[in-house]
């Protein structure tokens, strides 16, 4: 009998830290190997105070909403919420909230004032007189495959 009090011991000391750290009852639940049910029935015995998932839920949707307000992006959302892109567009979608999108000429005018010249960059060894053609050619098809073709061209293999 002893051994299972100290199991539980230890089980309402985990939730405790981990609960102190902000994660959900579904988050540290699949941490202890814990259905999130035994886990919110030994939080609200021990007073422990853990952000539930609905909470958690709510709080991503009012982050997301508060951004596009101001006209945020859907990277900027992601990398706030420590979400993929993916994950964001979904959770918008199912809450009926718009996200913007963007063309490749905006998302390319707006990273180049941010010193973010990748998009606008052609690869070493392109020619001077060449440089506008690459800049053209990225943003019709994107950087990164514009990348992978001019590195193929110089080569030789395209």
Excluded: W
């Excluded at 939730?15 to 540290?28: K, P």
């Excluded at 990398?79 to 994950?87: P, V």
């Excluded at 020619?127 to 098809?141: L, N």
Aim: proline residues 4%.
């Amino acid at each position: 009998m002893s051994e299972r009090k100290n199991g539980a011991g230890k089980l309402i000391a985990a939730i405790r830290q981990l609960a102190a750290l902000g994660l959900t009852v579904n988050q540290i639940g699949d941490r202890l190997g814990r259905h999130h049910a035994t886990i919110a029935k030994y939080a609200a015995a021990h007073n422990i105070a853990v952000v539930s998932s609905d909470q958690a839920r709510r709080d991503k949707l009012d982050t997301i909403r508060r951004i596009v307000a101001e006209g945020g992006t859907l990277p900027e959302m992601a990398r706030k919420l420590r979400l993929s892109q993916d994950a964001v567009r979904s959770l918008a979608h199912r809450n009926g909230i718009e996200i913007q999108r963007q063309t490749k000429e905006e998302v390319a005018a707006c990273a180049a004032p941010r010193g973010r010249q990748g998009v606008l960059r052609c690869p070493p060894g392109i020619p001077e007189d060449m440089q506008d053609e690459c800049r053209d050619f990225a943003r019709e098809i994107g950087p990164q495959m514009a990348l992978r073709a001019v590195k193929r061209l110089m080569e030789g293999g395209l």
